[in-house]
Every structure is written in structure tokens, then in C-alpha cells.
């Protein structure tokens, strides 16, 4: 089982402010099938990357996803009010079990 | 609007069983793996169980292994997480996913969730 460790577990910034959160996994992932998923209070996640840098439909150009092997990032380049909630990374692909990582809360500042 | 509606959550007590069910609309069902994933309070996400788009491959979570089958009915256009044994730890809320792009022998990342619906095993 690939175990995800995310960084930091919280993100304190201001609107405007670059957000640079980071996903590390315990072994390799195959074929960068790493994505990550926003979730605000009450509602269930949204795709925001997946491939490690594809952006999903409809998601804003300020996110952006890096990454390969077991170091992945996830950067929005200017806070968004909406943006402040938990960032997941998730892999996944054609062999089971598949993990999320713990989180990363991005709150105001 | 592509969605997905779930329904079947509740309290029940330790050992006890539930059935949820996640209906489907406006993709073609059978086109997709299908998956659950939950959710225990102020924690995070965990993958819980996964279909194949014709329902013959089926993949489970060590935590839920011989106690939870997943399965569909794509005439229906509806999934289910029949939940057996259950104990306080499966305690969250539970999500119904869909899969990104048509089968293609990998399962994807989840474009789709259900509204969630909540799981309470206690005494």
C-alpha cells in the first residue's frame, strides 16, 4: 500500500498570497496517477488535478500541479477567498488499494 | 447536470447491517467504474471499495474486506454498499464516486460524488 503524507498540515495565508502544498508518497507512483481535490465544510471533494498536473474541467488556471515519482505539488499562484478549505491528494490506477493523503487546510491568515 | 443521489445511511448498533444506494442520472452508467469512499468525522478520505463498469471486478479496502460487497445495477443505474458487521470505527460519512474517463482498465480519480450520506454505528 502507497502510504501519502501531505505538508503542511495547515497553511496559514492571505488572499493574494501563493499557496505551496506538498504530497509525498511512501513508494513511487505509477504513471503519475496522483490527484488532488479541494473540500470545503459540509460538501463533498472537488477534482482539481489529476495525471499530477492535468487541471480537471472548470478548475481556474491559478492551480497548478507538479510532481513525479513520490514528490508532488499542488500550487495556487494567488489566494482566491473561495480557495481557503482542505487540499487531499489522492493515487490511484490499476492496483488496489487506493490512499488519500491526510490533508492540508488552507485558512485565512 | 451529471449527478449522483444517495441514499440509505442511519444509525444502527455494532454488528449490526445497512444498505446504501447511489442513483445515478444523466451518463451512461455502465460506461463508468463506480466507487465508495469515506469519510470518519474531522478526518480524512478513505478508499473503501471499487467496481468495474460491467460489475465483475470488485476491489475492497483491507478495513471492509468480507464485511461490505459492492455492487450495480446498471439497468438500474444504481450502486450499493451492502454493509455487514459493522463496528464504531466505520463510523463517517460515506460518498459514492464516479469515475473520470470511461473504462479503460485503470480506475481514475473521481470527477462525481454524491451529496454523502452518513454512517453512525453505536450503541
Known amino acids: 500500500e502507497i502510504v501519502l503524507t501531505q505538508s503542511p498540515g495547515t497553511l496559514s495565508l492571505s488572499p493574494g498570497e501563493r499557496a505551496t502544498l506538498s504530497c509525498r508518497a511512501s513508494?513511487?507512483?505509477?504513471?503519475?496517477?496522483l490527484a488532488w481535490y479541494q473540500q470545503k465544510p459540509g460538501q463533498a471533494p472537488r477534482l482539481l488535478i489529476y495525471?499530477?498536473?492535468s487541471r480537471a474541467t472548470g478548475i481556474p488556471d491559478r492551480f497548478s500541479g507538479s510532481g513525479s515519482g513520490t514528490d508532488f505539488t499542488l500550487t495556487i499562484s494567488r489566494l482566491e477567498p473561495e480557495d481557503f478549505a482542505v487540499y487531499h491528494c489522492h493515487q490511484y490506477g490499476t492496483s488496489p488499494p487506493f490512499t488519500f493523503g491526510p490533508g492540508t487546510k488552507v485558512d485565512i491568515k | 447536470e451529471v449527478q449522483m443521489l444517495q441514499s440509505g445511511g442511519g444509525l444502527v448498533h455494532p454488528g449490526g447491517s445497512l444498505r446504501l444506494s447511489c442513483a445515478a442520472s444523466?451518463?451512461?452508467?455502465?460506461?463508468?467504474?463506480m466507487s465508495w469512499v469515506r469519510q470518519a468525522p474531522g478526518k480524512g478520505l478513505e478508499w473503501v471499495s471499487s467496481i468495474e463498469g460491467d460489475g465483475v471486478g470488485t476491489f475492497y479496502a483491507d478495513s471492509v474486506k468480507g464485511r461490505f460487497t459492492i455492487s450495480r445495477d446498471n439497468s438500474k443505474n444504481t450502486l450499493y454498499l451492502q454493509m455487514n458487521s459493522l463496528r464504531t470505527d466505520d463510523t463517517a460519512v460515506y460518498y459514492c464516486?464516479?469515475?473520470?474517463?470511461?473504462?479503460?482498465?485503470?480506475?481514475?480519480?473521481?470527477?462525481?460524488w454524491g451529496q454523502g450520506t452518513t454512517v453512525t454505528v453505536s450503541s
Open positions: 444523466r451518463f451512461t452508467f455502465s460506461n463508468y467504474a
Open positions: 513508494q513511487s507512483v505509477t504513471n503519475t496517477y
Open positions: 495525471g499530477a498536473f
Open positions: 464516486a464516479k469515475d473520470l474517463f470511461h473504462s479503460n482498465g485503470i480506475f481514475d480519480p473521481f470527477d462525481i
